[in-house]
């Protein structure tokens, strides 16, 4: 049903981390991989999302800021969020930058999981996405 997307690895850069640190007055990345998931901030989703349709972000940037939007919903740990215009919203940035964010999917889709309720709260959503989009990154065999 799902495809193995790992050969689309991504994560964030360096670069990027240190740039949206500076234009979001977040804490600059430590010498820590994990930047992305320590400046997940729930009270903070709705400026990160404008943050990402109105500033000039290259690629990895916006790569980089997507990491922390999902991961400041997945921080909110609340199902609600699934329900809003918000979410819609961010559903819509991922499918329209699908090319930069298929990894992001594929993760957060936990298609490891046999069962949904041992996945992330958002990964029914990846899922729909991922099947949407998925045959276009697959491996060639």
Same mark, same amino acid.
């Given at each position: 049903m799902f495809v193995d997307l790992e050969h689309k690895w991504r994560c964030p850069t360096g =670069? $990027?981390?240190? $740039?949206? $640190?500076? #234009? *979001? %007055?977040?804490?600059?990345?430590?010498?820590?991989y994990d930047w992305h998931y320590a400046v997940a901030d729930p009270?903070?989703?709705e400026d990160f999302v404008v943050a990402y349709e109105n500033l000039a972000l290259? %690629? %990895? =940037?916006?790569?980089? *800021?997507? =990491?922390?939007i999902l991961n400041s919903v997945i921080d909110a740990a609340d199902t609600i969020i699934l329900e809003s215009h918000l979410w819609?919203?961010?559903v819509m940035l991922i499918e329209n930058n699908i090319t930069l964010h298929i990894y992001s999917v594929w993760y957060y889709a936990s298609t490891e999981q046999e069962n949904i309720e041992d996945?992330?709260?958002?990964?029914? %959503?990846?899922r729909k996405i991922?099947? #949407?989009h998925q045959a276009k990154f697959a491996q060639p065999r």
């Open positions: =670069e $990027a981390m240190y $740039a949206l $640190a500076r #234009q *979001l %007055d977040l804490p600059p990345p430590p010498l820590a009270a903070r989703i290259s %690629d %990895d =940037e916006k790569f980089t *800021l997507m =990491e922390v819609k919203n961010i996945a992330w709260f958002i990964a029914p %959503d990846m991922l099947l #949407q």
